[in-house]
């Protein structure tokens, strides 16, 4: 079965749409987090030491490495409401074997932690994309607050699961829940996602191209340089935040979970108010100075004389950090037509942060201190900062850029026959607008209405 271009959706389904994509977001991050919370639990009944339960903990990261590459020609296939409600099962699946298994060995528990991974991967590309897609509709940017409603699922899934241990609810009786409660809210408003392609879309005579084609487009790669940049600017600051602290600046404890909760705040704000900095400003000077700040913010963080000025360079980390990834996907689906593929591309060079990011800081941390390490995020950002242009939209698009996103009218063309970057400044055309006559930019207070 193929994914085949509908009708342009009413207003009424572009808001349902918004909410089942909240939805989306929000679940994966709960069930996620579940299942972290309930890690300790699940090693004591396994025996394991730290060695044991990192090489167990890594059947979740092979799991989405296989997905994250394949997941863009299945989104393309069958959609993105199909994918995220399969996974959404096989998530649901994977932590059930995973939590019942905890009581009969490891290898049930690695078999079940490879389906979450697999399943994560592929659902995170196909929400993501459909996040594109609605954002594209709305014709204003939205995407950050998607993944704001991942952090609020994966916060409430950490309390949840705080509270699960306080009572001392058996693991597999809480993650089993977890995942029925998940997989039929999941499944039951994805079926509301809008289609990802209208019937407008491709154009005169073109078809959809194949999505193996967008790992050799020069753009796609650079944005997923980018989004790499940002996620492990973010993966870091999860990771060793606490830990940097408390060795570093020689907090207690508390002071040190302080820093980290403080940083996760930042980030969820920035990505709650960033999409009126993004309509206003345009992507590439909002995440620019957004990567500015998070330099700055990490800067302050290592070189602070004292622990109140460290706590500042983790907010302006946090709010550094915020809005990269999401504009990342945003530009990946630009393109309707090629929305799954570049997601995917760019999701699986950006998800490499995530599983580098503590390796490298650690084996730096060995030789020059884990404060001084995390350093390596600031010059990351840097990066970023210089290659932000590349987010620019595409020509044709909803989206009209700002004069702080034109480049120099030298701005080479595209080596793979795409626009060039100088090309996405250029405005609507009639025939561009058609797909959208019907729809309004409708208000921040209707994105979840008619849900």
Not at 298 to 317: D, E, H, I, R
Not at 395 to 400: E, H, N
């Amino acid at each position: 079965m193929t994914s085949t271009p509908a009708a342009p959706p009413t207003p009424k389904a572009v808001r349902t749409a918004t909410a089942a994509t909240y939805v989306a977001f929000i679940g994966s991050g709960f069930a996620f987090a579940s299942w972290a919370s309930r890690i300790p639990q699940v090693r004591d009944q396994l025996h394991l030491d730290a060695a044991a339960l990192g090489l167990v903990l890594l059947a979740i990261a092979a799991g989405s490495l296989l997905a994250l590459p394949l997941s863009g020609p299945v989104v393309t296939r069958i959609g993105s409401s199909r994918t995220v409600m399969a996974m959404s099962v096989l998530l649901g699946t994977g932590l059930i074997v995973a939590a019942l298994g905890s009581h009969a060995g490891v290898v049930p528990v690695v078999i079940g932690l490879f389906l979450l991974g697999f399943a994560n991967g592929a659902w995170d590309v196909a929400m993501n994309v459909q996040g594109t897609i609605v954002e594209r509709h709305l014709a204003r940017s939205i995407m950050s607050r998607f993944h704001a409603g991942f952090s609020l699922g994966t916060v409430a899934g950490a309390l949840a699961g705080a509270a699960m241990v306080a009572l001392d609810v058996p693991v597999s009786t809480h993650l089993t829940v977890v995942a029925v409660v998940v997989v039929a809210a999941v499944v039951t408003y994805a079926r509301r996602f809008v289609a990802d392609q209208d019937d407008t879309a491709p154009a005169a005579g073109e078809k959809p191209v194949s999505a193996l084609t967008a790992w050799k487009e020069p753009r796609t790669l650079l944005i997923g340089v980018f989004v790499l940049a940002f996620a492990f600017t973010e993966g870091v600051g999860n990771d060793w935040i606490s830990v940097a602290a408390i060795d570093g600046h020689h907090v207690s404890a508390a002071m040190g979970t302080l820093a980290f909760a403080g940083f996760l705040t930042a980030m969820t704000v920035g990505r709650w108010f960033g999409p009126a900095l993004l309509d206003r400003y345009g992507r590439t000077a909002v995440v620019r100075a957004l990567a500015v700040i998070g330099v700055a913010g990490v800067s302050l963080f290592v070189f602070a004389p004292n622990p109140g000025l460290a706590y500042a360079g983790a907010l302006l980390w946090g709010l550094g950090a915020s809005l990269g990834f999401p504009v990342g996907m945003s530009a990946g689906g630009d393109d309707p037509r090629r929305a799954a593929a570049r997601v995917s591309v760019i999701a699986s060079i950006g998800y490499c942060a995530f599983l580098a990011g503590p390796p490298v800081i650690g084996l730096l941390g060995d030789r020059i201190s884990v404060l001084r390490a995390l350093i390596v995020v600031a010059a990351l950002l840097g990066v970023a900062a210089l290659i932000a242009g590349s987010v620019r939209p595409l020509p044709g698009t909803d989206r009209q850029p700002t004069d702080s996103d034109r480049p120099s009218p030298s701005s080479p063309p595209s080596p793979d026959g795409a626009p060039s970057l100088a090309d996405s400044d250029r405005a609507m055309t009639a025939s561009d607008r058609a797909p959208f006559a019907g729809i309004r930019s409708l208000p921040d207070n209707e994105d979840i209405k008619d849900s």
